[in-house]
Every structure is written in structure tokens, then in C-alpha cells.
């Protein structure tokens, strides 16, 4: 029994030849997993805002005579409060039995998901695969098993491994609660709209989509851009054995690389758009200027990079900068609070961008635009909203 009875979602998962297909058992613990971050985020959350704003903050402020001076402070505030230690617990638990659910699916059906990866669609393939065995993958990448996930991204067990992509792909979705769309591809339908919309005579000849995982955020492009010839690129094999078979099963024409996006091997100017979605929160304080700059290397004169991803700190107030950090000291996001305070026009411009061809823009949600839909409760790091934040910067 899939999730086409199941009311708890947003939208079902969109079928294709890769997706795991969990049996009676296992929908029943994934949706469970659900609708205990959905408790969380609409049952929990308000709570802990009210406690701030109409207990702890007040406190603070008749003790110091001043309002808390940033998320720090604040932190050490609600960390003593039993309903923010109670969230927090429930958020880290709740992330840990989302991926166990999962992999019960993703190892019941390995051999099969594994098979079908090799066997291809019947034909030509319509795009490719490249892994490099000899890619040193970054440690910033591979030392902590990001989101939680068990394995982190450059999980491979080698001999045509599709494990992390399968984990990734129906993970994603559990933790979006439905709201990234029937593809988990919100993000990069999003920003393909963006760039459609904002700039009509735009017509990029190559695309270049870094850190794709299994290239939920890359297909998009493909269907904005058809004339387009789309690359995408991540480190790790497994991810892209299956982003690979997903798309050739999706019909979509893509070209996979395995390699780091701080140094690809492509040649200087070789493409005209290059995009990134919730890239930049999962990089090192060091890799993230070197993929900024190795974009402007790779970007044609008159190209664009457009990286979508959530707002920086600058964007919100100190409570909701707080909330937001959340990820980085329960979600194993080592990277997301000290991303967020990072200066990204000045890395652009440092790395060789004009000040006026470098802004963040809002890009609607394109899948909330098409159904009509509207969140009613925080849905998590995925699906924070109805528009995602981008960085546009142009050559």
C-alpha cells in the first residue's frame, strides 16, 4: 500500500522506476515519522515562541534592563526552558527514526533498486555517468553524516551501490512532509522559474548544477531549458549511481560527474548557468569562497550562477535566527549558523563578480504557485515557506 491513500502528505510521492516502494508495514512507520514532525513543528513550535516573547524574554529584560543581544544569547536563555528541552529531544529523535523507517524499505529492495540502476531504461541512454574512484572527497563533506543520514553523502559501498541516493530521495521527501512536491524538486523548479521569468531572452547553452545529490533540484532546469545541455556534479558515487537511473527513468537528459564543485575539470567559460540549491549550508567556511570563485572561472561572459537556499541571518530577527540554528546543534548541520552569518556578496565580489551584478532575490515557490497551496505550520529546513532565497551573481 503506497501514500496515495495517505491524507497526512501535502502531495504523494511521484512514482518512478528508483523510488523505494515500501510495503504495508513500513508506509504505516513512515507516515507515523511524519506526523510527529508535523506535531512537532504546529503543536510544539508556537509554544516555544510564546514562552520567549511572554515569559523568558520579559524576565530577561526587568533582570539586565536590555532584550537579548543575538541567537547566542538567546540560546543560552531557552536552552534552561523544559519546553524548548523537550523540542529539542523530540526534533533530534524524530530525525533519527525518519532515516531508520527508511532504510528499512531501502535495504529490503536494494538488489532490485541496484539491478535496475545497471540495466538502464532499454536504448541509449539519454545522458551519462562519470565517477572518479580517485576523487579525494572533502572532509568537511564526509566527517559528519549531515541531516543525520546515516552513511553522509559520500556513503558507497561500491560495486553499484545506490544506497545513499535511495535514503536520500525518499528521505527528503518524509522531511519536507510532501510540501518540496511530488519530485522533492521545489528548489530547483523554483529557481528555473526565476530565471525564466526575470530574464525571458536568457538562453543558456550549458548548465552547470553543483552538489546535486540525486538531481531533484537539476531536472527542473532541463524542462525550462531544453535547448540546454545539463551537467550536475557531487561527490558521491552512490548518489550518483542513482540520480543517474533516476533521471534516464524520469526521461531527462543529464550528465553526471563525480567531482568536488571548490574544483571541478571543466574548462574556464564552459557554461552559461550554473545553480546550486541548499548548497552553500552544507560547505566548510573554506570551500565556500573556492566554489564561489570556481563559479565566476566556469561562468561564460554574460552568464549567471544562481544558488537557492534559505535567507542569511541579516534577513530575520534574533529569535527566528535562534530557531533556525536549531539545525546546526540537532540536525548534525555543522556548517548552517556559520554559513548564515557569512558576507556571500562580498565572497563574490573578492572573487571576481561586479558589486551591481551581485543580489539576493526571492524566487516564489513554483510548486506552491502551481497547486495552489499554502503552508499552514514550519515544515522544516525544506519547505520553509512560499519563496526561496537566492543569490544571483552575473559575469
Not at 17 to 46: C, H, W
Not at 233 to 255: F, N
Request: proline share 6%; aromatic share 10%.
Amino acid at each position: 500500500m503506497g501514500e496515495q491513500s495517505n491524507t497526512f502528505f501535502a502531495v504523494p510521492q511521484q512514482r518512478h522506476d528508483m523510488l523505494v516502494k515500501p510495503d504495508r508495514d513500513e508506509t504505516a512507520r513512515q507516515e507515523f515519522v511524519r506526523g510527529f514532525k508535523a506535531f512537532i513543528q504546529s503543536g510544539i513550535v508556537p509554544g516555544i515562541h510564546a514562552s520567549y516573547h511572554n515569559e523568558v524574554k520579559p524576565a530577561f529584560e526587568r533582570q539586565t534592563g536590555r532584550s537579548p543581544r543575538d541567537r547566542h544569547e538567546i540560546r543560552d536563555l531557552m536552552i534552561k526552558h523544559p519546553l524548548f528541552q523537550t523540542y529539542a529531544s523530540l526534533q533530534r529523535v524524530s530525525q533519527e527514526l525518519l532515516w531508520d523507517v527508511v532504510l528499512d524499505s531501502v535495504e529490503r529492495e536494494l538488489p532490485a533498486l541496484m539491478a535496475q540502476a545497471g540495466a538502464g531504461h532499454g536504448g541509449t541512454p539519454l545522458g551519462s555517468l562519470t565517477l572518479d574512484p580517485s576523487l579525494d572527497l572533502p572532509k568537511y563533506a564526509v566527517g559528519v553524516d549531515i541531516h543525520c543520514m546515516p552513511g553522509g553523502y559520500g556513503q558507497d559501498a561500491g560495486q553499484g551501490d545506490v544506497t545513499a541516493g535511495a535514503l536520500y530521495d525518499r528521505g527528503v521527501y518524509l522531511y519536507a512532509l510532501g510540501m518540496m512536491g511530488p519530485l522533492n524538486d521545489d528548489i530547483g523548479g523554483s529557481a528555473a522559474k526565476f530565471v525564466r521569468d526575470r530574464y525571458p531572452d536568457f538562453r543558456p547553452r550549458r548548465i552547470l548544477d553543483l552538489g546535486c545529490t540525486v538531481g531533484h533540484s537539476t531536472l527542473p532546469f532541463v524542462d525550462a531549458f531544453p535547448q540546454a545541455e545539463v551537467h550536475a556534479v557531487d561527490i558521491g558515487a552512490a548518489l550518483l549511481r542513482y540520480a543517474h537511473a533516476r533521471a534516464e527513468s524520469l526521461g531527462k537528459t543529464v550528465h553526471f560527474w563525480q567531482q568536488d564543485a571548490s574544483r571541478t575539470h571543466f574548462p574556464d567559460g564552459h557554461f552559461d548557468l550554473i545553480t546550486s540549491s541548499i548548497l552553500f549550508h552544507e560547505t566548510s567556511a573554506k570551500a565556500l569562497p573556492a566554489i564561489i570563485r570556481e563559479c565566476y572561472r566556469l561562468l561564460a561572459p554574460g552568464g549567471m550562477a544562481v544558488h537557492g537556499d534559505l535567507p542569511p541571518f541579516w534577513a530575520m530577527d534574533e529569535f527566528n535566527q535562534f530557531m533556525l540554528d536549531c539545525e546546526t546543534y540537532y540536525n548534525n548541520e555543522p556548517y548552517w549558523g556559520a554559513m548564515r552569518e557569512v558576507d556571500q556578496v562580498a565572497l563574490s565580489v573578492q572573487a571576481g563578480f561586479a558589486a551591481q551584478n551581485v543580489e539576493f532575490c526571492m524566487a516564489p515557490s513554483a510548486y506552491r504557485a502551481a497547486a495552489g497551496h499554502h503552508r499552514d505550520f514550519q515544515a522544516g529546513e525544506f519547505a520553509p515557506g512560499d519563496a526561496w532565497q537566492v543569490l544571483v551573481t552575473r559575469k
